[in-house]
């Protein structure tokens, strides 16, 4: 079969136009159902018990969308568009935006770790070195001074142990302070000045980086994770109740299949996570029986009322448990009767 030039030319626009919409990347991001996967082979305690059951962790899928995947997007179910600077603030690259992720994994499964560990009455110890920068915004005082991976360990002389305590410490402050911060980078202790400024957002005032507190826990027995390039906070929940279930001898799971979401803090509060309906829909399909949400204190539209809603939506089955504390999930758990 003979091309001519028309049949080339209309060829390659074909191509091209089919290359737009399928690879193109749009300033929307798309959020999804993911899935939900056993934590026995994520979460392991040394010498840890087994489970009739499982406690599973829930995922939501997403990435940059492609015009085919927007379009699809407002067609099926569960799926949500979202302007690409709500899910990664402007100035922040992707890879910038990973690592602090799974930074904040990282301090999700420590603070589960410390939660389990207390309440299972086991081994831990905690010493605390200072906060780690894990992300600076663009344009941003700090973007001139700080650096990724900064260890922040004093502020106008003050020492920093949390990062709660150096943001408490700057919202006390206005915009065109100046405060004085001691770092450490690599090998070397420096002092920056940096001027406080204000957020794109016209409110907020600060110096422009996330930060997460670098502690050093240790427990005995050891435990270890798994839990590879899944990234985010909300975990927490889980992560606690997978490692309180392999430290003690009685059976948490009861032969049931548990999930939920929720991030947790070193007290054991649970915390509102996005994306739930879409961890509701994961779980269901996953066949999981017991779903706990953070129920918010009751606030109205809760994770909880959401998950709810959702349940109801898609005919589930699952039990959807509200749930302010560890404790909460732990109690319902321990009053539960067996599935056998």
Excluded at 189 to 213: A, H, K, N, Y
Excluded at 216 to 229: D, H, L, M, R, Y
Excluded at 266 to 289: L, M, P, Q, T
Aim: glycine share 10%.
């Amino acid at each position: 079969m003979n091309f001519s030039k028309r049949h080339v030319i209309s060829l390659l626009v074909v191509v091209i136009i089919a290359y737009f919409l399928s690879a193109y990347q749009l300033d929307y991001y798309i959020q999804r159902p993911g899935g939900a996967d056993e934590l026995d082979p994520i979460v392991e305690v040394n010498g840890g018990y087994g489970s009739e059951g499982d406690m599973h962790l829930v995922t939501i899928s997403g990435g940059q969308a492609t015009p085919v995947q927007y379009v699809l997007a407002h067609i099926l179910p569960h799926h949500e568009v979202l302007p690409l600077h709500q899910v990664r603030p402007e100035g922040i690259s992707e890879e910038e935006y990973m690592q602090a992720q799974l930074q904040m994994m990282e301090s999700s499964q420590e603070a589960s770790t410390v939660v389990a560990y207390q309440a299972a009455e086991e081994g831990i110890d905690i010493d605390y070195n200072g906060v780690y920068v894990v992300s600076v915004v663009e344009g941003m005082p700090a973007d001139a001074n700080l650096e990724v991976g900064d260890r922040i360990t004093g502020i106008d002389g003050t020492e920093i142990q949390e990062a709660e305590d150096l943001i408490s410490y700057v919202d006390g402050k206005g915009a065109g302070d100046t405060i004085t911060l001691e770092i450490v980078r690599g090998e070397e202790t420096i002092t920056e000045e940096v001027e406080l400024g204000t957020f794109p957002d016209g409110e907020q005032v600060g110096i422009g980086i996330s930060l997460v507190t670098d502690r050093s826990v240790e427990v005995e027995p050891e435990v270890k994770f798994s839990s590879g390039q899944i990234g985010g906070p909300s975990a927490g929940l889980m992560f606690s109740l997978e490692i309180y279930d392999q430290l003690t001898e009685e059976d948490l799971t009861k032969g049931y299949k548990v999930a939920g979401t929720g991030e947790i803090d070193y007290s054991g509060n649970v915390g509102r996570i996005g994306g739930i309906d879409k961890k509701v829909v994961a779980s269901d399909d996953e066949g999981v029986d017991i779903f706990f949400a953070p129920n918010e204190n009751g606030a109205e539209n809760s994770n909880y009322e959401v998950a709810v809603e959702t349940a109801e939506e898609i005919n589930s089955d699952m039990e959807i448990v509200p749930v302010d504390t560890f404790s909460d999930a732990l109690n319902y758990l321990q009053d539960l009767e067996s599935a056998s």
